[in-house]
Structures are given as C-alpha cells and as structure tokens.
C-alpha cells in the first residue's frame, strides 16, 4: 500500500513538472490525438483536449499547442470523441485458436475477460497457459477467472459434496490460480458440475477469493422469473467473503419495466446491506445456451438423458412440454450449432414431421447450442440502466449469436443515439471505467495521465452493429481508430493486423 502511494506520488510529481516545465515543449511523444472531446471513463462530463502518448501509456492531457512540442504521429480528433478501449467483462473464446479478435476490437473492446461460466483453462497450471497466450499474441488484453467448476471436475468428486479432504484440494488449486494472476473466481451454478455445489462447498472458497482481495462472478443457480431473488440471495451469502457479481443478468420469462425496478432494488439493498454486488448485461433479448438449459436436472448429462429416455420418457415428455410453453414455444429457439443451425426448433421438428418434444427428445441435452428468445425488451433495458450494472458480450468470435460482435456498438446506437435512455458519458462509464473498478484493473479503463494508452477515436453519432440472428458475424462499424497499449491498431477504419493485448495478471493479494 505505502509503496504504491509512494509510486504514485512520484508519477504525480512528474506529470506536474512535465506540465508547468518548458522541458515538457522539447518532449517526444509518439502520438498527438489532437482536438477531441475526452469522454474520460469515469462517467463525468465529457471536455475537449489533446492527449499525448508515450510508449504505451497516456502522458498527458490538456492543450497543446502543436508548434511547441514534437510528436511521431498526429491523429486529427475534431468533431471525434476519445474514450478509453472498452472492458468486456464477460467474453467468451480461445486466443490460443483466434488471437486475432476482430469481433471484439471492431465494438471497441480492447480487453476482455475469459474464464467464464465456472470454466477456465488449465486449472492449477496457469502460469504456463499465460505464457502460450503470451507467445500467440493476442489482439486484445487478455484477463481471466478461475472456474468453479473446472476446479471441481479436476478434484472429481461428481455429483457428491466435497469432502474436507476434496475442499482443501479445491482451495488449493483455486489458490493457484489467483497467485498465477487470475482476477478471482467464476461460477457456473446452472450448468454441470457447478450446480452440484452447495453452500458449505461456496463459502469454503469464497473465503479463498475474499482473503486474495479477488471477486467472485457468477452465472446464477437460476435466471427464472420465480427464482431470480432465491439466486441473488445465493450469491449474497458468498458475498459476505468476497465482492461478488451476477453475470449476464436477465429475467427469463419475467416482463416488464416495474419488474426489472423490482431487481434493481433487490440488488441495492443488498448493496445496502454491506455486501459488494455488481451485474453485467448485454444488450440482447436472446441468451445463447445449449439446449440442455431446458432438461430438467436429472437429464442435464448424456448418460442421464438415456436413463430418462428408458425409464422415464413420459416424464420427460411433460417436463419439455411445459418448458418449452414456458419459454415462449419452439419458436423461440434459433439453432446455433449442430445439424439445425440457423433454423428454429419448430422449423426443424417442421422439417422432420415430428412435434417439437419429440425431436428434443432424441437430440438430447447435450447435442446443440441456440438462441433463446426468452426475454423482454422493456425489462432489461431498464436493468441495463441499473446503477450498478455495466455492458458484457457474452459473445465470442465463433458463437452464432449477434451479441459476439455488436454488444458494445449496439449501446451506443440503441441506448445512447436512438432510444437516448443512456447519456454518452454513462455509456461509456458501463463500458470502461466501471468494469476496470469492479474487477481491479487499475491501469486501464479510464483516460488520466500514468494509464495504458487503449484508447478509441470515433463519432459517436455513426456507431452501428452490423451483426443479426440471421447474421451474426457481421463486425461493427464506427470505431475507426483504435489504439491498444500504444499502438495505433485501426486506421481510418482498417485494421494493420498488429496484436498488441497483453495478459493481463492480478496483482491483488498482498505481498506479491
Ligand atoms: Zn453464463
């Protein structure tokens, strides 16, 4: 703590005399990003000034007169905003198959956080998987999550509680991980193996996560309409160990603006109550899930679906029946992988001469991922405006759902430029200076003097996602200079094909 306030200070002391010095005039920058309108990150109002880059960090920002200093580049801002690189604080993808992120850097986001859903990669090993991303070069900055679930199908202990023994293996590994450099913990709760996971077994590792000074996130026990409190309260109780966060929040079949008023008060008091509770959201009416989402919990595997097709099938017949009616219908499922992709279930079940049930039926839970329409569009755009709620993708370069590549356009051409629900500063809080402040990113996600230069050059006014169900990987267009740590990576609305991300580690437990 002392040596970072002394840290500080210094960099304090150095921008002040590069400031009022005439030194500062025989300086040499490598970028002038002149005459923009600095919308800085923090959510305050926007104001027009120069920045100046060195290196790969922000140096200065005010008014410079061109003829006093000398700088490499020069990049003409006027009529044009600055915003520091969007944070995505719940992507999904490999950037040791797809460094080059193009989806991500096209909406703006130059860091995006991996690790997601209670799965992340090399569990216990991390130290190494951080170098491979590192030797790949990714386009993007690369941060990452521990996952529950990874860690617990390592410790294999099924569908059981852990035992002490099982706990401590848990905690290790999980310990492992957060001194390697992960941000914290990710839980998948409704997905195999994290929904297995009961209290003691949480708070067990929660403690590990609050003691690192890391945050938990969480795809919660449920997204039901009915069970959306019940899960809130789940994550509450590990947020008495750690700061915590719901991620993707949605209502699955809840309607309605005063329903979304509903949660956001539940979440505030909550907040109010001590515990540190954020959300993310994208923008998107659809979630994109397999399709053992709607199985009932005892056919979530492929060994138990085949259990429930002998012993059970009219069970399981009643039980998709009403998930289905419950879920807007057959209608409301858009294929995204498998032999369907691109239809509907009620194409599909059409296409085959059989009721939707029936094909679910032998498809089984494990066979497909699709769009479900299960949401509604008054209700979570007025949770996207919630206080402590900022934007996610939950996209990925390769998943067949628009919310990979247009998440972040789509704020500002729906929230901000049509529906003006959002002004362009809040958005661009919710974006960069939010997520960077929940998740600990200290040197990012904000325009100040000392941060990593990832910054964006663009008009506002003629951002637009591209990307639709029918076509989801269509790139956004709008962000037309883009600048990660240092290096100018669009131009004029091309890319220059340099990957420029760093792996980005934690560095918040104490003593490291
Ligand atoms: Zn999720």
Request: glycine share 10%.
């Amino acid at each position: 703590m002392l040596k970072k306030l002394i840290k500080r200070s210094i960099l304090f002391f150095v921008v002040g005399i590069l400031g009022m010095n005439s030194a500062f005039a025989q300086q040499q920058w490598d970028w002038h990003i002149s005459k923009g309108t600095v919308v800085d990150g923090t959510g305050e109002a926007s104001y027009k000034a120069d920045v100046l880059v060195r290196g790969d960090s922000i140096g200065y920002i005010g008014e410079v007169n061109a003829d006093t200093i000398r700088a490499e580049h020069v990049i003409n801002a006027s009529g044009k905003v600055i915003t520091p690189g969007f944070i995505d604080p719940h992507a999904h993808g490999n950037p040791l198959e797809t460094p080059e992120f193009n989806n991500f850097l096209a909406m703006g986001v130059t860091t995006i956080v991996l690790g997601q859903d209670g799965s992340s990669p090399a569990v216990g090993a991390l130290n190494k998987w951080f170098e491979e991303v590192e030797a790949k070069k990714s386009a993007v900055n690369i941060a990452l999550f521990s996952g529950h679930g990874s860690i617990r199908s390592k410790v294999n202990i099924g569908k059981q509680n852990p035992t002490q023994k099982e706990v401590k293996r848990m905690r290790k590994l999980l310990q492992s991980d957060l001194n390697a450099g992960a941000f914290g913990m990710s839980m998948g709760l409704e997905y195999v193996p994290g929904m297995y996971a009961e209290k003691n077994e949480l708070e067990e590792l929660s403690k590990v996560v609050g003691d690192a000074n890391d945050i938990i996130m969480s795809h919660m026990r449920s997204e039901d309409n009915s069970e959306i409190e019940s899960s809130l309260d789940e994550l509450a109780m590990q947020g008495k160990y750690a700061p915590v966060h719901a991620s993707h929040l949605k209502v699955v079949y809840g309607e309605g603006v005063d329903r979304a008023k509903e949660i956001l008060n539940y979440i505030s008091e909550i907040r109010n109550r001590g515990i540190d509770l954020t959300a993310d959201i994208y923008p998107y009416s659809a979630s994109f899930t397999g399709i053992g989402i709607v199985f009932p919990d005892w056919a979530k595997t492929e060994s138990e679906w085949k259990n429930a097709l002998q012993e059970r099938p009219e069970v399981l017949r009643q039980f998709l029946e009403n998930k289905l009616a419950q879920r807007n219908g057959p209608e409301a499922i858009l294929f995204g992988s498998g032999e369907f992709a691109g239809i509907t279930l009620k194409e599909a079940a059409d296409q085959e001469n059989k009721s939707a049930v029936d094909l679910l039926m032998e498809m089984g839970p494990q066979s497909a991922s699709a769009a479900h329409f299960v949401m509604d569009q008054e209700l979570q755009d007025r949770l996207m405006l919630g206080e402590n709620v900022m934007v996610s993708s939950d996209g990925s370069p390769t998943m067949h759902h628009p919310r990979g590549y247009g998440s972040f356009a789509k704020v500002i051409r729906y929230y901000v430029n049509e529906k003006e629900l959002l002004s362009l500063e809040e958005a661009i809080y919710k974006m960069s200076g939010l997520p960077a402040k929940t998740l600990g990113i200290e040197d990012r996600g904000r325009i100040q003097e000392g941060m990593k230069a990832d910054l964006l050059i663009f008009d506002p006014k003629v951002v637009q996602d591209r990307a639709t169900f029918a076509n989801p990987h269509k790139l956004a267009d709008g962000f037309d200079w883009i600048m990660v740590n240092g290096t100018l990576v669009r131009e004029e609305g091309k890319f220059k094909g340099e990957r420029k991300g760093q792996v980005l580690k934690d560095r918040s437990i104490s003593g490291k």
